[in-house]
């Protein structure tokens, strides 16, 4: 699975966007792009994922870049209940099998009033 | 309600004694996990199985056992041989057969080996 590089950490305004950046620059063409978020001492939780296509859902927005070397999360109207960290996971997708995942550090996101 | 539950949420041990985590999931997931997760770090998979019967070693196996006798149930024994057995464990489930494989997590158990 290739690497990913995110920044340690971020502070975001109430109410703003907050773009977090990940940086894959060995990811391969079959892998996509996941990101889930801990909030302090919880299970983590799925956000949204991607091959190559920009995604967006209920919780987020996830750019890829045409190259696919690097991704962007992006929280559209960030609320302080979004302070947590987040994660950026590349993982190739075997469809007969489950989807084992490989945690870095993440982003520890801190959303100020 | 349909979700994934451990029990218990702190637990405490003394040291060299063996102490069983337990996970249980009622969303029909084939595929469970174990992570464990130490202050301030990501999570690092200590095992997962794709099927009832069949489970593999994760990057940190050494000192944990597992078994999958029933599809809802994945327990994590923690040995005396884990050398660092304090942490925080987290069960997860996962469907197979679609990229999404969406990974849901149960609420963890604080394990303090005393």
């Known amino acids: 699975d290739a690497k990913t590089t995110q920044p340690p950490s971020m502070d975001c305004a109430e109410g703003r966007a907050a773009n977090l950046p990940c940086n894959h620059s060995t990811i391969s063409g079959n892998e996509y792009v996941y990101w889930y978020r801990q909030i302090h001492s919880q299970g983590p939780q799925y956000i949204i994922h991607?091959?190559?296509n920009n995604e967006t859902n209920e919780m987020a927005s996830l750019i890829i870049t045409e190259d696919r070397k690097s991704s962007t999360l992006i929280l559209p109207h960030a609320t302080l209940r979004d302070t947590a960290v987040y994660y950026c996971?590349?993982?190739?997708?075997?469809?007969?099998?489950?989807?084992?995942?490989?945690f870095g550090g993440g982003t520890r996101v801190l959303v100020k009033p | 309600d349909g979700g994934i539950t451990q029990s218990p949420k702190y637990l405490f041990r003394k040291e060299g004694q063996n102490v069983t985590l337990s996970c249980e999931q009622n969303l029909n997931h084939d595929a469970m996990y174990w992570y464990r997760q130490d202050p301030g770090q990501g999570l690092r998979l200590i095992y997962y199985s794709q099927i009832v019967n069949d489970f593999q070693k994760g990057d940190i196996a050494e000192g944990y056992s597992v078994s999958r006798e029933k599809k809802e149930s994945f327990p994590l024994t923690v040995t005396s041989a884990q050398k660092n057995p304090t942490a925080f464990y987290l069960c997860?489930?996962?469907?197979?057969?679609?990229?999404?494989?969406?990974?849901?997590f149960g609420p963890g158990t604080r394990l303090t080996v005393l």
């Open positions: 996971i590349v993982r190739v997708v075997v469809l007969a099998a489950g989807n084992k995942l490989t």
């Open positions: 997860a489930s996962s469907t197979t057969g679609s990229t999404r494989n969406t990974q849901y």
């Open positions: 991607g091959l190559k």
